[in-house]
C-alpha cells in the first residue's frame, strides 16, 4: 500500500511545480507585455506634450515677428479663442513696463538666449507663462497646461486609464490624467523632459499592476491541463505495468505448464519403464529357456505368466494416467463468442512477438462471426494456430511475412482460417500433423496441435490443415455457430 | 590360496517384478543373482570379497542409485557397476561415469545387451582380482630375498651379465652365480624372461623408495 501513496504525493509535489513554474512563465510575459504597452503610451503622450509645448514656442515667434499693429482687434486678441490653452496674451510696447516684475526679469534672459523663456510657473494650478523678447514689443503667453492637452491624440482613455500622467517641475506638479495607483503590485514608471527648451517639465508617467491584473485564468487554466498531463501520464506508466505484469504471468504460467509436461512425462517413463522392463525380462527369459536343451517349459512358462501380469501394470498405469488428465466435457463451458473478439485477445497476448517479427495480422470478417465454445479452450486453439503461424513466418525474409486470419460463417459452422506465408507444411508431414508427439521443430514436443485439435472434437468442431498458394500453409477451424 | 568363487550378481531395484525377471533373465546364462530391495541392506550386506558385479537402479525410494554408487567408489568396492535408469539424460550418464560406473544402459533393456555388459563386467572384475592376487603373491617372495640378492635382482633386470655384476658388486662370477640360482628359486622363476615380468615393476618400486 506504500508505494501507491509515494506515487500519488510524487505526483502531487509534480503538479505543484509544474503549476508554479507555467504560472511565474505566464505572468513575467504578462507583466513584460503590460511594461511595453506602458512605455509605448508614455512615449506617444511625451511626444504630444512636447508637440504642444514646441506649439507654444512657435505662437510667441510669430507674434515677435509679425509685430501686429495695435488696432482695434490686434491678432493677440483673437488667439485664445483659437488656442484654447492660451488665457492671455501680454504685450509690452517700448516705454511700456509689464504687469509682472517677473516678466521684465524673464524679458532680460530672453533677449540674451533669443528664445522664448518660462516666466513664472504655478503647476499646481496648471498655470504658466512664457515671454518672448522682441522688437519693438515684446509678449507673453499665459497657457492653461490642462487645457494643451491634446486628448483627441491621447493613446489611452482618459478617465479609465490606470496609468498616471503629471508634468512636475521644481517640485510642483500637475496631474493630467489621474489613473489608479495601488498600494501593491508591479510599478512601471516613465520620466523624460519635454522636449521644448523654453518649459523645462518633466514628463512623469507611473503604472502600478495590481495583483488582479495577473492572468489569472491562464494561470488555471495552465494548471489544469498540468493536472491533467500528469494524471495522463500516471495512468499511462500505470496501464504499462499492469500489461508488463500480465505478460510476466504469462510467462510464468507457460514455464509452469512447461514444468509440469516435463513432471508428468518423467513419472510417466520411470512408471512405464518398471512394468515394460519386467516385461521385456521374463520374455526373454522364457525364450533362453525355450531354447535349451531339453527346454525348461515349467520356468518359462511361470517367466510368460510374470510378463502377462507386467503387460497389465503397464496398461493400468496408460488407464490411470488418461483418467487423471482426462478434459472434461468441452461442450460443458461452451458459450456465445464473437470469433473476432477471441482473436484480438489472442493478438493482444502475442503483441510482442508480432512486433518482433515486424507483422501486422491482416483480419478479415464479414460480418460479426459469433460461434458456441469454450472461450478458454478457443483462445488456446487460436493462440497455438498463431504461434506456429509466426514460428513459420520467421524462415522466410521480413519483406515475403504475410499472416491472414479469415473469420465468415458456412453453412451453420463458424470458420476461423489462419494463412501464413512461410515455408508450408511438406506433403509428407501433412497426413501426420495432428499425431500426439509428432514434431517437425527440434526440442518440440508435438503436443500442440494434437491438443488443438481435441479441444475443437470437443466443441462440436474440427480442425484442418492444408496448403497455401503460392506458399504457406493455412489452417482453418470450424465451430458450431453460437445461433444457426 | 582361496578357492575361485563362482562369480555373483548383485541386482538392486525397489520393483519386485523387475528383480525377479531380471534375476530369471541374468540366471539363464548360468550367473548366480542376489537381488536386493534395500540399498541400504545391500550396502551393509554384501561380500565385498566375492568375485562378480553390481547392477543398480538410479531411480529408488530414500536413496538415489548414484548416491550408493558414490559410496561404492568411496569404499573402494572393486566389483564393476551397472546403472539402469528409466530415462537417462546426458547429465545423468556424465555423473555416473564420473563415479566410476562401467555401464549405463536404459530399461527396458534388452537381453543381449544386458547379459553382454555382465559378462563383459564380470570377466573383467576376475581378471583383475587375479592380476592384484599375483601381485600379493609375487611381493611376499620378493621379501624373502636378502638384502645382497635384491641388489643382484636389480642389476639382473638392468641386464647386466654375471661377470659384469661380479665387477659392479666387487664379488666373483661364482658367488654371483649362487645368488642367481637362489633368488630364481625364492621367486619360483623359470626364466628370464619371467622373472623380469613379473618382478621388474617391484624393483623399479624398491629403487624409487
Redesign the interface.
Known amino acids: 500500500m506504500r508505494k501507491p501513496i509515494r506515487r500519488g504525493a510524487l505526483g502531487v509535489a509534480l503538479w505543484m511545480a509544474m503549476s508554479a513554474l507555467g504560472s511565474v512563465i505566464l505572468a513575467r510575459n504578462e507583466l513584460a507585455s503590460l511594461r511595453e504597452g506602458f512605455e509605448t503610451d508614455a512615449r506617444i503622450a511625451h511626444r504630444l506634450l512636447s508637440q504642444q509645448a514646441v506649439q507654444h514656442d512657435a505662437v510667441l515667434a510669430s507674434l515677435s515677428l509679425l509685430q501686429p499693429a495695435d488696432a482695434t482687434a490686434p491678432p493677440e486678441r483673437r488667439l485664445p479663442s483659437v488656442y484654447s490653452q492660451i488665457l492671455t496674451v501680454e504685450r509690452r510696447d517700448p516705454g511700456q513696463a509689464w504687469s509682472d516684475v517677473r516678466l521684465q526679469e524673464a524679458e532680460l534672459q530672453s533677449r540674451s538666449l533669443r528664445r522664448a523663456v518660462l516666466a513664472q510657473a504655478d503647476l499646481s494650478n496648471a498655470r504658466f507663462q512664457l515671454v518672448r523678447a522682441a522688437e519693438p514689443a515684446s509678449f507673453a503667453l499665459q497657457i492653461d497646461q490642462r487645457q494643451a492637452v491634446p486628448w483627441t491624440e491621447w493613446p489611452m482613455p482618459r478617465d479609465s486609464s490606470p496609468v498616471r500622467v503629471a508634468l512636475e517641475y521644481a517640485g510642483q506638479s500637475v496631474v493630467l490624467q489621474p489613473g489608479r495607483i495601488g498600494a501593491s503590485g508591479w510599478r512601471f514608471d516613465f520620466r523624460k523632459h519635454l522636449a521644448a527648451e523654453s518649459q523645462p517639465f518633466d514628463v512623469v508617467a507611473t503604472r502600478q499592476v495590481g495583483w488582479s491584473e495577473l492572468p489569472w485564468v491562464a494561470m488555471a487554466f495552465w494548471s489544469l491541463a498540468a493536472a491533467g498531463l500528469l494524471a495522463g501520464a500516471m495512468a499511462l506508466s500505470r496501464q504499462r505495468a499492469a500489461r508488463q505484469r500480465a505478460e510476466e504471468l504469462l510467462r510464468l504460467g507457460q514455464v509452469a505448464r512447461l514444468n509440469a509436461l516435463g513432471e508428468l512425462a518423467g513419472g510417466m517413463a520411470h512408471e512405464l519403464n518398471q512394468p515394460l522392463t519386467a516385461l521385456l525380462a521374463n520374455t526373454q527369459a522364457a525364450r533362453r529357456l525355450l531354447d535349451e536343451d531339453p527346454p525348461d517349459l515349467q520356468t518359462a512358462r511361470s517367466a510368460m505368466a510374470q510378463a502377462v501380469e507386467q503387460g497389465r501394470r503397464a496398461s493400468d498405469v496408460v488407464g490411470r494416467l488418461r483418467r487423471a488428465v482426462e478434459r472434461p466435457d468441452g461442450t460443458e463451458h461452451a458459450v456465445p463468442i464473437d470469433l473476432e473478439a477471441a482473436v484480438r485477445n489472442v493478438c493482444y497476448l502475442l503483441e510482442p512477438e508480432l512486433n518482433r517479427s515486424a507483422l501486422a495480422p491482416k483480419l478479415v470478417a464479414c460480418a460479426p462471426v459469433a460461434v458456441r465454445a469454450d472461450p478458454v479452450a478457443l483462445e488456446q486453439i487460436i493462440f497455438n494456430l498463431l504461434t506456429n503461424a509466426l514460428q513459420a513466418l520467421e524462415q522466410v525474409p521480413a519483406a515475403q511475412r504475410e499472416l491472414a486470419i479469415d473469420m465468415a460463417a458456412h453453412s451453420g459452422s463458424g470458420v476461423l482460417t489462419v494463412t501464413d506465408t512461410g515455408p508450408g507444411i511438406a506433403p509428407e508431414v501433412l497426413p501426420r500433423l495432428f499425431e500426439p508427439f509428432f514434431s517437425t521443430r527440434a526440442g518440440g514436443l508435438g503436443l500442440g496441435l494434437s491438443l488443438c485439435e481435441s479441444l475443437a472434437q470437443a466443441m462440436g468442431g474440427d480442425l484442418s490443415a492444408g496448403h497455401h498458394t503460392p506458399r504457406g500453409a493455412r489452417f482453418r477451424l470450424s465451430l458450431p455457430l453460437a445461433s444457426p | 590360496m582361496n578357492t575361485p568363487q563362482s562369480p555373483v550378481v548383485h541386482l538392486i531395484d525397489d ?1 519386485e ?2 528383480r ?3 534375476s ?2 541374468i ?3 548360468g550367473l548366480r543373482v542376489q537381488a536386493w530391495a534395500d540399498p541400504q541392506a545391500f550396502l551393509a550386506g554384501f561380500d565385498r570379497q566375492g568375485i562378480g558385479a553390481i547392477v543398480l537402479d538410479v ?1 529408488m525410494p530414500g536413496i538415489s542409485g548414484l548416491t550408493v554408487l558414490g559410496t561404492l567408489a568411496a569404499q573402494g568396492v572393486d566389483q564393476p557397476v551397472i546403472m ?1 535408469t ?2 537417462g539424460t546426458v547429465e545423468m550418464c556424465r555423473r555416473a561415469f564420473k563415479a566410476g560406473a562401467a555401464e549405463f544402459l536404459e ?5 543381449e545387451v544386458l547379459l553382454e555388459a555382465l559378462q563383459n563386467a564380470v570377466r573383467q572384475h576376475v581378471q583383475s582380482r587375479r592380476r592384484s592376487e599375483a601381485g600379493r603373491e609375487a611381493r611376499g617372495r620378493y621379501a624373502q630375498l636378502s638384502e645382497r640378492e635384491r641388489e643382484v635382482l636389480g642389476l639382473i633386470v638392468a641386464g647386466l651379465t654375471n661377470k659384469e655384476i661380479g665387477r659392479a658388486l666387487d664379488l666373483s662370477p661364482r658367488t654371483v652365480e649362487t645368488h642367481r640360482a637362489n633368488l630364481f628359486a625364492k621367486l619360483g622363476a623359470e626364466s628370464l624372461a619371467q622373472l623380469i615380468r613379473q618382478y621388474a615393476v617391484l624393483v623399479d618400486e624398491a629403487d624409487a623408495q
Open positions: 520393483d517384478a523387475v525377479a525377471s531380471l530369471l533373465l540366471g539363464t546364462v531411480r539402469l528409466g530415462h530399461k527396458p533393456v534388452d537381453d
